[in-house]
């Protein structure tokens, strides 16, 4: 446990980011699981829409949100055609 005061802030603040960044990185995560059992259009925009928002809010590096969007697409682009 930390003696300083300034650390002491510090740890409550990660503890905030921390719960706050863990549900959008949850619910991209979700998102794009759904997407990736049905491929239908509808769920793989919701995924697409859940990482850009983990993205924009910092929970996840937007390389990463374009990286698993773009492993996404391809997928559904792959299904689409079958």
Same mark, same amino acid.
Request: without cysteine; charged residues 35%.
């Given at each position: 446990? &930390? ?6 802030? #510090?740890? /409550? ?6 719960? #706050?960044? *863990?549900?959008?990185? @949850?619910? %991209? *995560?979700? &998102? !794009? /699981?759904? +997407?990736?059992?049905?491929? =239908?259009? =509808?769920? !793989?925009?919701? +995924? !697409?829409? $859940?990482?850009? /928002? %983990? $993205?924009?809010? @910092? ?6 949100? =374009? *990286? #698993?969007?773009? *492993?996404?697409?391809?997928? +559904?682009?792959? +299904?689409?055609?079958?």
């Amino acid at each position: 446990m &930390a003696n300083i005061k300034s650390q002491i802030k #510090r740890n /409550k603040q990660n503890e905030k980011k921390r719960l #706050r960044n *863990r549900t959008f990185r @949850g619910a %991209a *995560r979700t &998102a !794009v /699981k759904a +997407a990736k059992s049905n491929m =239908a259009e =509808a769920e !793989v925009t919701k +995924a !697409v829409s $859940a990482l850009d /928002k %983990a $993205a924009e809010k @910092g929970a996840i590096h937007p390389r990463n949100a =374009a *990286r #698993r969007k773009s *492993r996404l697409m391809k997928a +559904a682009n792959k +299904a689409s055609k079958k």
